[in-house]
């Protein structure tokens, strides 16, 4: 009965070809077996109709036959396969006009060398149905080798259900096999499989671009071997951040049996290798993995003549329309292709007003040759060349696949003599930065990191000097690393309030988990002032920790227990705090809802202040790919002068957050401007106000508006109400690139960026006269993200490119009237009517240059709208513009 079932578990797992013996199909000697071939590929976005993709489809005839097979082992086989009668046509009938092969021979296509390499005979050593050595001639073009190795791939099958690891044309793969009623089905998980060419993507998962791949080949068989082989492989490419900028690739294969002939005689020989000599010595074992290929574009044009067609794009009043990120993209796509000489002189020959989106550009492209023309062009000596240096920096630090070699020239840089002392913190800064990518993608331990990394741990205690131990601590903040953490808690406790900010908002951006004990009773002491006095904008910042790491019920109700005892403007802004949270319904809100049972600590008389400072959070955009979020936190000092406003903007898509935007103004020793009392712990500040930016979880480096009275003056009397540039340039936002190997032999290049134009500015008028005062903060943007997916032949290409753009602008301003009390705070967030625009283009061409193309677009108009604040806020606006009549 054992014997039984046994036999029968083996009976339902595999498929009987000769014997039951046999691991792999067996070929017959002295026979021809004949079939037909053919290969299809189609590129096309992800939802259209597979009758208007672009693509072609290679037919054929293969002979195949035994040329020797182990005596010893019958499923030790050398085989050899023969393709003739070659043609190329579409997939689907076009008309003449739409037809790309209308007119062509499959001669003057692929041309009489490939054509004649292609019908050479190869051969294929099998063994137990897998394939152990390809052989071809070393001199055959690339692609035609590849294609024939995409049909001998179609010839390795095993008989037996499981899972293993084999080699193919797409790589190193794992398969699974199942065997049953006849027929093998083989599913191959194109994810897994390991080849040579090695391509990047962009380090954010909200800004990146997501795949999905399959491939499923069914086999059937007669007389034990193939009758034929079905495959069919698709592979879709999605933006995140918006998924109906997706493309695909499809490729099919199939071969069927239509007749076996008598065949030449089995080749004598005691191996395989001794064999295939004997039948031709140029034969060669080449590998069964596809090999790269150097695609020549003919007729394109220079990185220089590039460029003279894209410089009109590139001038600063260009950089709101989305031919900037256009332009921009085009150009980075050139340079990754052109040698440091050529880029070096696009640069030389870049008008003033033009050269700093080069170097955006050149510096974003994150080549060998980019990096050494950057550094070249670059003199660090010369304070005079701050604009480029910081452009460079700052693209060095939005770089989307950064590498050890990047951080090795910031850290030399950093060494040497730097002219301007603002350069020499942006340097040091976007180190921090690029060390957090590092990390993210493995490079923890890479010896340049590990340099850095000891730097910047070091620094803070390494120097007396104040903006040198800010520097070290914001490029902490960028680096992420949890060894940093101790040293903000120590920093948190400072006596200098921009260290305990510095270090308190850093510690923020930690996960929750990394939040110890420690660090908790630390924060704590710092908000309830249980050792020293601190200024509100520290406290205010402390709070935030506590509120977003995971709160205690304990530390919750000591929080909502202090509201009632601090100054006024905080008591509201406690207030506003806490309210946000439980309509917004973040993590934290659960424990407050749970501690405001306690009557103690919810009562009317703490949740009655009065005053004008607020913490507000809402839904910019919510959609199936992407939600964003803003949150507007703003403290006033009792005198009604802004002491921190701080506006956040987040994006999340499936499960993974990005902070897109932080601008925070900070002002403080104003009050003796309107003859008022300071408050407590704030007596003896330094005259200040600055504005700090955080883009796409990357702090840049602070800028200061006034320091000291003197500069307070002089800069009031010159004020010309225009805001001061913060962050000015283009970003590549978005990074993909990968080489898709198909089964079939073709490969297709998949290419997706996103780029971005981005002009934030901010400001701060102060009016004795009208006592008044107003903040603002302007976000001018133009977003550009294309998506391309080629397959290139040489001698034919297809492909398709999803794009799509847009332009917005969005103001953040506060106007506050200080000459009563409790005195009158606007805020207003506004975002105008901005378009959006689809594009879908589909391309065929052939290397005659003859080439057909369509295209399709699809535009909208996002109405603009005022984003909603509190209700207290729409009421003292009203007051405010009633007032200003």
């Given at each position: 009965?054992?014997?039984?079932?046994?036999?029968?578990?083996?009976?339902?797992?595999?498929?009987?070809?000769?014997?039951?013996?046999?691991?792999?199909?067996?070929?017959?000697?002295?026979?021809?077996?004949?079939?037909?071939?053919?290969?299809?590929?189609?590129?096309?976005?992800?939802?259209?109709?597979?009758?208007?993709?672009?693509?072609?489809?290679?037919?054929?005839?293969?002979?195949?036959?035994?040329?020797?097979?182990?005596?010893?082992?019958?499923?030790?086989?050398?085989?050899?396969?023969?393709?003739?009668?070659?043609?190329?046509?579409?997939?689907?009938?076009?008309?003449?006009?739409?037809?790309?092969?209308?007119?062509?021979?499959?001669?003057?296509?692929?041309?009489?060398?490939?054509?004649?390499?292609?019908?050479?005979?190869?051969?294929?050593?099998?063994?137990?149905?897998?394939?152990?050595?390809?052989?071809?001639?070393?001199?055959?073009?690339?692609?035609?080798?590849?294609?024939?190795?995409?049909?001998?791939?179609?010839?390795?099958?095993?008989?037996?259900?499981?899972?293993?690891?084999?080699?193919?044309?797409?790589?190193?793969?794992?398969?699974?096999?199942?065997?049953?009623?006849?027929?093998?089905?083989?599913?191959?998980?194109?994810?897994?499989?390991?080849?040579?060419?090695?391509?990047?993507?962009?380090?954010?998962?909200?800004?990146?671009?997501?795949?999905?791949?399959?491939?499923?080949?069914?086999?059937?068989?007669?007389?034990?071997?193939?009758?034929?082989?079905?495959?069919?492989?698709?592979?879709?490419?999605?933006?995140?951040?918006?998924?109906?900028?997706?493309?695909?690739?499809?490729?099919?294969?199939?071969?069927?049996?239509?007749?076996?002939?008598?065949?030449?005689?089995?080749?004598?020989?005691?191996?395989?290798?001794?064999?295939?000599?004997?039948?031709?010595?140029?034969?060669?074992?080449?590998?069964?993995?596809?090999?790269?290929?150097?695609?020549?574009?003919?007729?394109?044009?220079?990185?220089?003549?590039?460029?003279?067609?894209?410089?009109?794009?590139?001038?600063?009043?260009?950089?709101?329309?989305?031919?900037?990120?256009?332009?921009?993209?085009?150009?980075?796509?050139?340079?990754?292709?052109?040698?440091?000489?050529?880029?070096?002189?696009?640069?030389?020959?870049?008008?003033?007003?033009?050269?700093?989106?080069?170097?955006d550009a050149v510096t974003s492209s994150q080549t060998v040759a980019s990096l050494d023309a950057m550094l070249e062009f670059l003199n660090f000596t010369d304070a005079k060349g701050l604009v480029l240096q910081e452009r460079f920096l700052y693209a060095c630090g939005f770089a989307s696949h950064p590498n050890e070699r990047m951080l090795r020239a910031l850290l030399d840089i950093s060494k040497g003599k730097i002219g301007s002392t603002d350069i020499k913190e942006s340097v040091v800064i976007i180190m921090g930065a690029l060390v957090h990518k590092l990390c993210q993608k493995g490079g923890?331990?890479?010896?340049?990191?590990?340099?850095?990394?000891?730097?910047?741990?070091?620094?803070?205690?390494?120097?007396?000097?104040?903006?040198?131990?800010?520097?070290?601590?914001?490029?902490?903040?960028?680096?992420?690393?949890?060894?940093?953490?101790?040293?903000?808690?120590?920093?948190?406790?400072?006596?200098?309030?921009?260290?305990?900010?510095?270090?308190?908002?850093?510690?923020?951006?930690?996960?929750?988990?990394?939040?110890?004990?420690?660090?908790?009773?630390?924060?704590?002491?710092?908000?309830?002032?249980?050792?020293?006095?601190?200024?509100?904008?520290?406290?205010?910042?402390?709070?935030?920790?506590?509120?977003?790491?995971?709160?205690?019920?304990?530390?919750?109700?000591?929080?909502?227990?202090?509201?009632?005892?601090?100054?006024?403007?905080?008591?509201?802004?406690?207030?506003?705090?806490?309210?946000?949270?439980?309509?917004?319904?973040?993590?934290?809100?659960?424990?407050?809802?749970?501690a405001m049972k306690d009557m103690n600590s919810h009562n009317y008389d703490r949740f009655s202040k009065v005053g004008s400072s607020s913490a507000y959070s809402g839904f910019m955009a919510q959609s199936a790919d992407v939600t964003s979020t803003y949150s507007l936190d703003i403290l006033y000092s009792g005198s009604g002068i802004l002491r921190r406003s701080n506006m956040n903007i987040y994006g999340a898509s499936k499960g993974a957050m990005l902070h897109g935007l932080q601008v925070a103004i900070e002002a403080q020793g104003l009050e003796s401007l309107i003859a008022a009392t300071p408050?407590?712990?704030?007596?003896?500040?330094?005259?200040?106000?600055?504005?700090?930016?955080?883009?796409?979880?990357?702090?840049?480096?602070?800028?200061?508006?006034?320091?000291?009275?003197?500069?307070?003056?002089?800069?009031?009397?010159?004020?010309?109400?225009?805001?001061?540039?913060?962050?000015?340039?283009?970003?590549?936002?978005?990074?993909?690139?990968?080489?898709?190997?198909?089964?079939?032999?073709?490969?297709?290049?998949?290419?997706?960026?996103?780029?971005?134009?981005?002009?934030?500015?901010?400001?701060?008028?102060?009016?004795?006269?009208?006592?008044?005062?107003?903040?603002?903060?302007?976000?001018?943007?133009?977003?550009?993200?294309?998506?391309?997916?080629?397959?290139?032949?040489?001698?034919?290409?297809?492909?398709?490119?999803?794009?799509?753009?847009?332009?917005?602008?969005?103001?953040?301003?506060?106007?506050?009237?200080?000459?009563?009390?409790?005195?009158?705070?606007?805020?207003?967030?506004?975002?105008?009517?901005?378009?959006?625009?689809?594009?879908?283009?589909?391309?065929?061409?052939?290397?005659?240059?003859?080439?057909?193309?369509?295209?399709?677009?699809?535009?909208?108009?996002?109405?603009?709208?005022?984003?909603?604040?509190?209700?207290?806020?729409?009421?003292?606006?009203?007051?405010?513009?009633?007032?200003?009549?």
């Amino acid at each position: 009965m054992f014997t039984l079932l046994v036999f029968l578990l083996c009976a339902a797992s595999s498929v009987s070809v000769t014997g039951a013996a046999a691991a792999g199909p067996r070929l017959n000697n002295d026979q021809l077996y004949k079939f037909s071939y053919t290969t299809d590929v189609l590129v096309d976005r992800i939802r259209g109709s597979n009758k208007g993709s672009a693509g072609y489809r290679i037919s054929s005839d293969v002979d195949v036959n035994l040329v020797w097979r182990d005596p010893s082992n019958e499923d030790n086989q050398l085989i050899q396969l023969a393709i003739s009668n070659v043609r190329i046509e579409n997939v689907s009938r076009k008309s003449q006009k739409k037809n790309v092969l209308h007119g062509s021979t499959t001669e003057s296509v692929l041309g009489k060398t490939n054509l004649a390499a292609l019908s050479k005979p190869f051969l294929v050593h099998l063994r137990n149905g897998k394939t152990k050595a390809f052989y071809s001639y070393r001199s055959e073009p690339a692609t035609i080798k590849n294609l024939k190795r995409g049909l001998a791939s179609l010839m390795q099958v095993q008989l037996n259900t499981g899972k293993v690891i084999e080699n193919d044309v797409s790589g190193r793969c794992t398969v699974e096999y199942k065997a049953a009623k006849g027929q093998v089905t083989r599913t191959k998980n194109p994810e897994t499989c390991k080849t040579p060419e090695t391509g990047f993507t962009t380090h954010s998962q909200v800004l990146g671009v997501s795949g999905k791949s399959s491939s499923v080949t069914t086999f059937t068989f007669e007389d034990g071997f193939i009758r034929s082989a079905s495959a069919e492989e698709t592979h879709s490419l999605a933006v995140n951040s918006r998924r109906s900028a997706a493309a695909k690739v499809m490729s099919r294969q199939t071969l069927t049996l239509v007749g076996v002939e008598g065949g030449p005689l089995e080749a004598a020989g005691k191996d395989v290798s001794g064999v295939v000599k004997s039948i031709d010595p140029k034969l060669a074992a080449v590998g069964i993995i596809a090999e790269k290929v150097k695609s020549q574009c003919k007729g394109c044009p220079s990185l220089f003549e590039h460029w003279q067609a894209l410089q009109k794009q590139l001038e600063p009043a260009s950089l709101s329309k989305a031919t900037a990120p256009r332009s921009f993209l085009a150009l980075i796509q050139s340079i990754r292709k052109a040698s440091k000489d050529e880029i070096l002189k696009v640069l030389k020959s870049a008008s003033k007003t033009s050269l700093p989106q080069v170097v955006d550009a050149v510096t974003s492209s994150q080549t060998v040759a980019s990096l050494d023309a950057m550094l070249e062009f670059l003199n660090f000596t010369d304070a005079k060349g701050l604009v480029l240096q910081e452009r460079f920096l700052y693209a060095c630090g939005f770089a989307s696949h950064p590498n050890e070699r990047m951080l090795r020239a910031l850290l030399d840089i950093s060494k040497g003599k730097i002219g301007s002392t603002d350069i020499k913190e942006s340097v040091v800064i976007i180190m921090g930065a690029l060390v957090h990518k590092l990390c993210q993608k493995g490079g923890c331990n890479l010896p340049t990191v590990e340099q850095v990394k000891e730097l910047i741990l070091v620094g803070p205690d390494s120097t007396q000097v104040e903006s040198e131990v800010q520097m070290y601590l914001l490029a902490l903040k960028n680096s992420m690393l949890p060894e940093a953490i101790p040293i903000f808690t120590r920093y948190a406790e400072s006596e200098v309030g921009a260290y305990s900010t510095i270090a308190l908002t850093a510690l923020q951006r930690y996960n929750s988990d990394l939040m110890t004990e420690e660090v908790k009773q630390t924060v704590n002491r710092v908000y309830h002032q249980n050792r020293r006095i601190y200024e509100k904008n520290v406290r205010a910042a402390a709070a935030d920790v506590i509120l977003s790491s995971n709160p205690s019920y304990t530390e919750v109700k000591n929080l909502l227990l202090s509201i009632g005892n601090l100054p006024h403007e905080m008591n509201k802004y406690m207030l506003s705090k806490i309210q946000d949270i439980l309509r917004f319904q973040l993590p934290a809100s659960k424990v407050i809802t749970q501690a405001m049972k306690d009557m103690n600590s919810h009562n009317y008389d703490r949740f009655s202040k009065v005053g004008s400072s607020s913490a507000y959070s809402g839904f910019m955009a919510q959609s199936a790919d992407v939600t964003s979020t803003y949150s507007l936190d703003i403290l006033y000092s009792g005198s009604g002068i802004l002491r921190r406003s701080n506006m956040n903007i987040y994006g999340a898509s499936k499960g993974a957050m990005l902070h897109g935007l932080q601008v925070a103004i900070e002002a403080q020793g104003l009050e003796s401007l309107i003859a008022a009392t300071p408050d407590e712990g704030e007596g003896d500040l330094e005259s200040f106000a600055g504005m700090s930016a955080l883009l796409f979880d990357v702090q840049l480096r602070p800028v200061t508006f006034f320091k000291g009275y003197s500069d307070l003056m002089s800069k009031m009397f010159s004020m010309t109400g225009e805001p001061m540039n913060v962050v000015k340039g283009l970003i590549l936002l978005t990074d993909h690139s990968e080489v898709i190997q198909l089964q079939s032999g073709l490969k297709a290049s998949a290419e997706f960026q996103g780029g971005l134009a981005i002009d934030i500015s901010g400001g701060m008028e102060i009016s004795l006269w009208y006592r008044e005062s107003k903040t603002s903060v302007n976000n001018r943007a133009a977003l550009v993200v294309t998506g391309n997916v080629t397959v290139d032949m040489d001698f034919m290409r297809a492909g398709v490119e999803v794009s799509f753009e847009t332009e917005a602008s969005l103001d953040f301003i506060t106007t506050v009237q200080f000459s009563e009390y409790p005195f009158l705070v606007c805020m207003q967030m506004d975002k105008t009517t901005f378009p959006v625009s689809e594009y879908l283009t589909k391309y065929e061409s052939l290397s005659s240059g003859k080439s057909i193309m369509s295209s399709k677009s699809k535009k909208q108009l996002v109405p603009g709208s005022e984003f909603p604040l509190h209700q207290e806020n729409s009421n003292m606006c009203k007051k405010v513009f009633d007032s200003s009549w």
